[in-house]
């Protein structure tokens, strides 16, 4: 039997943005633009409300609410985690940063996927327009009062809304950094 750490993967299909891999007996699913990386960004607007977004996402057949998020390098491959945030950020919520901040890098689900993402924090927002999403998206915008938001998500939750787990951590984020310590500076 082959390694699956050196054994060479075969690719099975290959889409726009996925690539499915079998790699000896496990299968896997790639990220196929620059770098395979997702950005998931925090940000709260200047009166204290959380940003979320609400859409359909055709692989759960169902609604789910998720921080604003967008893969990087699938427009411009160049483009910075941080510009990219700023770019999904602005087209998503119709807010735009003034800084945003990489807070940490890590996978999805590393058992299927080779996807990772980026926490970022935006700081300093401006209104700007409705958000949405581009033309393909569409994108409801939810600004919940920073201390509501718990409470508001676990009511989504039990209207049968999907979640993605790492809102807790996002919301966590809010107030600290990875490390643990608070969150000094202002927003």
Do not use: C
Request: net charge negative; charged share 25%.
């Amino acid at each position: 039997m082959t390694d699956a750490k050196t054994s060479p993967p075969h690719t099975v299909y290959e889409g726009k943005y996925l690539r499915m891999v079998v790699r000896d007996h496990w299968e896997y699913a790639e990220r196929t633009h620059a770098g395979g990386l997702a950005a998931i960004i925090v940000a709260l607007t200047p009166d204290d409300r959380v940003l979320f977004v609400e859409q359909f996402r055709v692989p759960l057949q169902k609604h789910t609410i998720e921080m604003p998020a967008g893969l990087v390098g699938d427009i411009d491959a160049t483009e910075s985690i941080e510009l990219s945030a700023i770019r999904e950020l602005e087209e998503e919520t119709g807010w735009r940063a003034a800084h945003a901040e990489v807070l940490m890098i890590g996978p999805t689900s590393s058992g299927s996927s080779s996807e990772r993402i980026a926490f970022v924090r935006a700081t300093h927002l401006t209104k700007t327009g409705d958000g949405g999403g581009d033309g393909d998206e569409d994108i409801t915008v939810h600004a919940i009062p920073r201390s509501e938001a718990p409470a508001w998500l676990a009511q989504k939750m039990r209207e049968g809304y999907e979640m993605d787990a790492k809102l807790w951590a996002g919301l966590w984020m809010l107030e600290r950094n990875p490390d643990g310590s608070p969150l000094a500076e202002p927003r």
